[in-house]
């Protein structure tokens, strides 16, 4: 499906009936990172995917994608098919996005769900080695796309998931240069979002891999004290859905219930 928004194409699409959940998909990801969670609550769910901007089939929309943009797409597709509250599970990138769409319409929010993602905003170390990355980006785009995704997954698992990183590396080329630089730079001003998951009145869930190469999980000690969140981490690296998919789906089965 398409949503014209702001002049420009969005891709996004919309599989079985029930409680709607939304699903959102990382950086360097597209909608087609779902595949296997569909194929699983289709069944008992709506399930509402996209690309976010710059991503997948969906245009690049000016020089910075904020999360506060993409979280606006989300709102005018749920409020194009009229739906009332949602279940949000937002990977990497997405859980960026799934907060700031919760800031912005709270009442809309069934439950929330951030998969090694993380509330807090960039430090400025995270900030540089974006930086970093985009000028490694404009020199040779190609080089810098199969090394980032390579180096989402835990070190001791890159032999193993072999072929799924490098089906990865086709699907995170489709990203263009533009929508790269624009996503960087839309994360490296993303504000913190803790006191807003700590002021959601639903539940919630973290989801993180014990050996996430990109996420320190000592900053979610910080997240203890915040009312109906879960924390679970569970073996792998950034790539929790790949790495460890059992226990994944597991805990989000049990999250939606």
């Not at 420009?8 to 699409?13: D, E, G, L, Q």
């Not at 969140?229 to 998919?245: A, V």
């Amino acid at each position: 499906m398409i949503l014209e928004y702001k002049n420009i194409a969005v891709n996004y699409t919309i599989e079985g009936k029930g409680d709607p959940i939304i699903l959102i998909h990382g950086f360097l990801e597209n909608n087609t990172m779902w595949s296997s969670v569909i194929d699983v609550f289709k069944y008992t769910h709506q399930i509402i995917t996209l690309d976010l901007l710059g991503h997948g089939k969906t245009d690049c929309l000016g020089y910075i994608h904020t999360v506060e943009e993409n979280a606006n797409i989300i709102y005018e597709i749920i409020k194009k098919h009229q739906v009332k509250k949602a279940t949000l599970i937002g990977h990497s990138l997405g859980g960026y996005v799934a907060l700031a769409f919760a800031e912005l319409h709270k009442c809309l929010v069934e439950k929330i769900c951030l998969v090694n993602s993380t509330p807090f905003a960039d430090s400025d170390l995270r900030k540089e080695t974006r930086s970093r990355a985009i000028k490694a980006a404009q020199k040779n785009y190609s080089n810098l796309v199969s090394m980032s995704i390579s180096n989402l997954f835990y070190e001791k698992n890159r032999l193993k998931f072999k072929e799924h990183i490098e089906l990865l590396k086709i699907e995170a080329l489709k990203t263009p240069l533009q929508g790269y630089i624009a996503t960087q730079e839309g994360m490296k001003i993303r504000k913190d979002r803790s006191k807003i998951l700590n002021d959601l009145q639903c539940d919630k869930l973290i989801i993180s891999g014990k050996n996430d190469p990109i996420l320190n999980n000592e900053d979610l000690k910080k997240l203890n004290q915040i009312n109906n969140l879960k924390i679970s981490i569970i073996s792998g690296g950034h790539m929790s859905y790949i790495e460890n998919r059992s226990d994944f789906l597991q805990e989000i089965m049990h999250f939606i219930e």
